[in-house]
């Protein structure tokens, strides 16, 4: 008995073995990206670098590299063996989700170490199993978005978010954007210049994809390219200028390389959830943005544009120079004076007749 008992024993202990090795990817899944300890056939296949690898440099190690981020769905650009600006940010991306590089200290260099890492079986998972067969996920910690379609990313990029700062500035608002979108104004279709004051958050929370504009859109947030709107007037957009730090209105800015192939990795209603590292999305809910308001020193700007026509005003005071004229009036009083010449001469004579008679 005791020598089955221990049979059975046994046995139990393979099966939870074999149970807990089960349960390892819904553990690992909890992560966000993780990064295997064998090498794998991927890393048997990539040569290592001898170089670190940054801006400016060329060559084929940059086209492996920037194969890799690829293959990895960093968005590192063209695959041109040029480490240009969007591969900086594919690196930044891969430094600041993939190794926990604190946002500010993401580099953009790729050493040979790092290369090594590369090489190694890279996975990343989401942090949440949404409801719709795509969503995204938005990380305002580490300033990097991605997007899954049945939990398998198809886009990870670096991106920069509001920079809760307060904010006033003149605004030109295209007709059908948010604010001048009412009936009105679209009969009207004139582009909106009002001065409007705001707060650069992107609130954390759940939302989902509702609108997309295609091209460059004016609107109260700013210029936004391919905008795909997930919170009123808050979208996913390209940008020209998306620094390491947080720096918008409160939309997501992304590379204007990956705006040209983000709406076509979503779809309308598909969830988007939003981390801020302090509470989870659920605990927001859907929140909205912070309500802007009208500019109240905005009223004065166009004050001084009648101030430009003022010297306009001034101009008839060059009338003075008319009062000249006036003044060469009393000369043509001389002419009385040529007339009393001619009357002198006549006279002389009437005078002179009388001493002719005398005689």
């Given at each position: 008995m005791l020598v089955v008992s221990g049979a059975i024993v046994m046995v139990v202990m393979v099966v939870l073995a074999a149970v807990l090795e089960q349960r390892a990817p819904d553990q690992a899944a909890t992560s966000v990206a993780t990064t295997s300890t064998?090498?794998?056939?991927?890393?048997?296949?990539?040569?290592?670098?001898?170089?670190?690898?940054?801006?400016?440099?060329?060559?084929?190690?940059?086209?492996?590299?920037?194969?890799?981020?690829?293959?990895?769905?960093?968005?590192?650009?063209?695959?041109?063996?040029v480490f240009g600006r969007s591969t900086v940010q594919a690196v930044w991306a891969f430094e600041k989700l993939v190794l926990k590089t604190p946002r500010a200290k993401a580099t953009g260099v790729v050493?040979?170490?790092?290369?090594?890492?590369?090489?190694?079986?890279?996975?990343?998972?989401?942090?949440?199993?949404?409801?719709?067969?795509?969503?995204?996920?938005i990380y305002l910690p580490e300033q990097v978005i991605v997007t899954f379609l049945g939990g398998t990313p198809t886009l990870?990029?670096?991106?920069?978010?509001?920079?809760?700062?307060?904010?006033?500035?003149?605004?030109?608002?295209?007709?059908?954007?948010?604010?001048?979108?009412?009936?009105?104004?679209?009969?009207?279709?004139?582009?909106?210049?009002?001065?409007?004051?705001?707060?650069?958050?992107?609130?954390?929370?759940?939302?989902?994809?509702?609108?997309?504009?295609?091209g460059t859109r004016e609107t109260k947030l700013g210029t936004l390219y391919n905008p795909v709107y997930f919170n009123e007037g808050i979208a996913v957009h390209g940008a020209i200028l998306v620094p390491l730090e947080p720096a918008s209105h409160g939309c997501v800015r992304i590379p204007m390389s990956v705006a040209q192939v983000f709406p076509a990795l979503v779809q309308f209603r598909d969830r988007v959830y939003v981390f801020d590292g302090i509470k989870e999305p659920e605990d927001y809910g859907s929140p909205l943005p912070s309500a802007d308001k009208p500019d109240p020193a905005y009223t004065t700007v166009p004050t001084t544009v009648p101030e430009t026509t003022v010297p306009e005003t001034t101009v008839p005071e060059t009338t003075v120079p008319t009062t000249l004229p006036t003044t060469v009036a009393p000369s043509t009083t001389i002419k009385p004076a040529t007339t009393v010449l001619t009357t002198v001469p006549t006279t002389v004579p009437t005078t002179v007749a009388p001493t002719t008679t005398a005689p």
């Open positions: 064998t090498q794998s056939p991927v890393a048997a296949m990539l040569p290592p670098i001898s170089r670190d690898l940054k801006e400016g440099v060329d060559g084929e190690d940059v086209r492996m590299l920037q194969s890799r981020l690829a293959e990895l769905k960093f968005a590192p650009g063209p695959i041109d063996g050493t040979p170490a790092m290369w090594d890492l590369m090489r190694d079986e890279v996975r990343i998972l989401p942090r949440r199993q949404a409801d719709t067969a795509r969503h995204a996920e990870v990029s670096h991106m920069s978010s509001g920079d809760a700062k307060p904010w006033c500035e003149e605004v030109t608002i295209d007709v059908g954007e948010e604010g001048n979108d009412s009936p009105e104004q679209i009969a009207l279709g004139e582009p909106l210049k009002i001065g409007i004051c705001g707060e650069s958050v992107t609130p954390p929370g759940i939302f989902t994809f509702y609108k997309r504009s295609s």
